[in-house]
């Protein structure tokens, strides 16, 4: 089964930088996409960014498009969510999420939770004004 560890989180001013890696462990005999959701006070959890699972097709939430940056290394069984620019808004909990594995390939990045079945802790980011 698939475990996902999220790291890289902190405390950043507004207008720097920070880089979220997420571990994954475990395998399957299917393609994943990747995923970063956030979730922040009294709101409900939200897609941040999506990278399918050779990389080649990527999905960002509007607000983060041309700040953040999804990567993925598939040899390190690793996600990364480059962000720059950072704004006080973008404090929340940031979880990593799996896709449910499917037995083609396809240049693909579900948008919905209900279509990402492995979760990893969460880890927290707080940008300061």
């Known amino acids: 089964q698939v475990q996902l560890v999220e790291s890289g989180g902190g405390l950043v001013q507004g207008g720097g930088s920070l880089r979220l890696s997420c571990a994954a462990s475990?395998?399957?005999?299917?393609?994943?996409?990747m995923g970063w959701f956030r979730q922040a006070p009294g709101k409900e959890r939200e897609f941040v960014a999506g990278?399918?699972?050779?990389?080649?097709?990527?999905k960002y939430q509007d607000y983060v498009k041309g700040r953040f940056t999804i990567s993925r290394d598939n040899a390190k069984n690793t996600v990364y969510l480059q962000m720059n620019s950072l704004k006080p808004e973008d404090t929340a909990v940031y979880h990593c999420?799996?896709?449910?594995?499917?037995?083609?390939?396809?240049?693909?990045?579900?948008?919905?939770?209900?279509?990402?079945?492995?979760w990893g802790q969460g880890t927290q980011v707080t940008v300061s004004s």
């Open positions: 999420a799996a896709e449910r594995p499917v037995y083609y390939a396809r240049d693909y990045v579900p948008l919905n939770e209900i279509d990402y079945a492995y």
């Open positions: 475990g395998r399957t005999f299917g393609y994943q996409a």
């Open positions: 990278i399918s699972w050779n990389g080649g097709n990527t």
